[in-house]
């Protein structure tokens, strides 16, 4: 969302670029408003190519979960690719071949029951998948209730306040009331006993988070699961679980295949993942899989003939790129699962390798080394008194970015910072951003010193 520049901004209206602007001769630019006159297409590329230089360096940001580097076979299949509109599956059917591949290479990949007729979907990320997934639910469950002709004006949904801000945002804007289980202040995830206190028959589903976006823990996904059970035999509500595996989803089917966090429990009912996370596309694109069709009510569906035929659709977009679904497609069969499996355990090595290098220079407590995931999350130890945010702000000079920021409530005294490794952060790079934090911390602690032996009336150091 952006708001309109208001008057004290209008010098700054207009792009000025004299070396261009003497070569090329073109005029001013207006910055917040459409120019009247076009420019040539070299100028106009090398204008927007140098402002964007000031943008971070993807691969140092270790603030993302996003994949920042794809093969070039995967860069050519998606600059072939970008002219296609996804929707227009009748213009483009392969296209949807390959999204309906997807679906079902990814609900094997979640252990959907053989028996079961699974659905899905690609989205643009989790979010859109999150949304989707958690709609079908409150349709659901209304039907269920209006069949019962019971009252239907007061559905909630229980997560956790580990849960990322697209939970948040499904509530409210869908209009269900949000039951947040509460971390605690030394188990950053959520306990099960919270979650069976907080359910009711008007809970459309309970939320679970494998690999949350604060510390990468994972919620008790089996423990919650067996609690609803014994609710459904001994109260007859039968509640869905949706797993938010936004980032686990292409990571434990790999590095931990026995742990059972999917369609093999049985109240798992739907899975968002996110491909431009671990499933290692670019961001646009996510995935949402239901362990039965029947899930996906038919009210939630929308036909349309304005494509060529009559197409279904179940997006919350209409348009959609078909670059990034190509890319995981061809992940998928260039990796293929040994790949996979190879990637995520160097991803894992090197998350290991990271939460012990900054346990080894002493300044740092580690709170998550990749235990799940790889996202290392840690904190400067509390003797050194220094602020996260010092830290994080000060690794910008060498062009780092690393994300400093709160714990959700119960636990939000706590200020830590996040690395998540990804595949082109290898051991060599570990090494220098270790010795560069390590070097951070000790600026920040000698200026600190410095500061102190200032005078304290005029700041002049004592001497
Ligand atoms: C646990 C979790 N869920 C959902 C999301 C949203 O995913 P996306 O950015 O793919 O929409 C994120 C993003 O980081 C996440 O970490």
Do not use: C
Request: aromatic residues 10%; hydrophobic residues 40%.
């Amino acid at each position: 969302m952006v708001s309109r520049k208001i008057e004290a901004e209008k010098k700054e209206r207009s792009i000025s670029h004299s070396r261009l602007r003497s070569r090329y001769n073109i005029g001013e630019i207006p910055k917040y408003s459409f120019p009247e006159e076009g420019i040539d297409s070299r100028v106009a590329y090398q204008l927007i190519h140098d402002e964007l230089n000031l943008d971070g360096n993807p691969d140092l940001n270790l603030a993302t979960f996003v994949t920042t580097w794809m093969e070039p076979e995967a860069d050519k299949l998606i600059i072939e690719n970008l002219h296609k509109n996804f929707i227009d599956h009748f213009e483009y059917p392969q296209i949807k071949e390959i999204e309906e591949r997807i679906v079902n290479i990814l609900a094997e990949l979640f252990n959907a029951p053989a028996e079961a007729r699974f659905a899905g979907t690609s989205t643009i990320g989790s979010s859109e998948a999150i949304m989707l997934g958690l709609l079908a639910h409150k349709f659901n469950w209304r039907q269920k209730r209006i069949k019962e002709g019971l009252p239907y004006d007061k559905p909630n949904i229980v997560f956790g306040g580990d849960t990322h801000i697209s939970w948040d945002k499904f509530a409210r804007y869908f209009d269900v009331e949000p039951r947040i289980v509460p971390i605690s202040e030394t188990r950053f995830n959520i306990d099960w006993k919270d979650v069976v206190k907080m359910v009711d028959e008007n809970t459309i589903a309970v939320g679970v988070v494998l690999g949350t976006t604060f510390t990468g823990d994972f919620d008790p996904v089996q423990e919650i699961n067996d609690s609803l059970l014994e609710i459904k035999k001994t109260k007859g509500i039968d509640i869905p679980i949706h797993v938010d595996a936004a980032s686990a989803g292409f990571i434990t089917p790999f590095y931990e295949p026995e742990f059972k966090w999917d369609f093999r429990l049985e109240q798992v009912k739907s899975i968002n993942t996110s491909g431009h996370k671990f499933g290692l596309v670019y961001p646009g694109i996510g995935w949402l899989i239901f362990r039965d069709e029947n899930t996906l009510p038919d009210d939630l569906g929308f036909n349309v003939n304005y494509l060529g035929d009559e197409m279904p659709t179940y997006t919350l977009n209409f348009s959609e790129g078909s670059s990034m679904i190509v890319a995981q497609y061809y992940n998928i069969i260039r990796l293929g699962m040994n790949g996979y499996r190879d990637i995520v355990k160097g991803m894992m090595e090197n998350a290991h390798y990271l939460a012990q290098g900054l346990i080894k220079t002493g300044k740092f407590e580690v709170i998550n080394k990749g235990n799940h995931i790889p996202v290392v999350t840690f904190k400067p130890v509390d003797s050194l008194k220094i602020s996260p945010f010092e830290v994080s702000y000060n690794l910008r000079e060498r062009g780092w970015i690393v994300p400093a920021y709160s714990l959700p409530k119960n636990a939000e005294h706590m200020t830590v910072m996040r690395v998540v490794v990804r595949e082109n952060f290898t051991k060599d790079m570990i090494d220098i951003f270790v010795n560069d934090i390590n070097r951070s911390v000790d600026k920040i602690k000698n200026r600190d010193l410095k500061i102190n032996k200032m005078s304290p009336r005029k700041g002049h150091p004592v001497s």
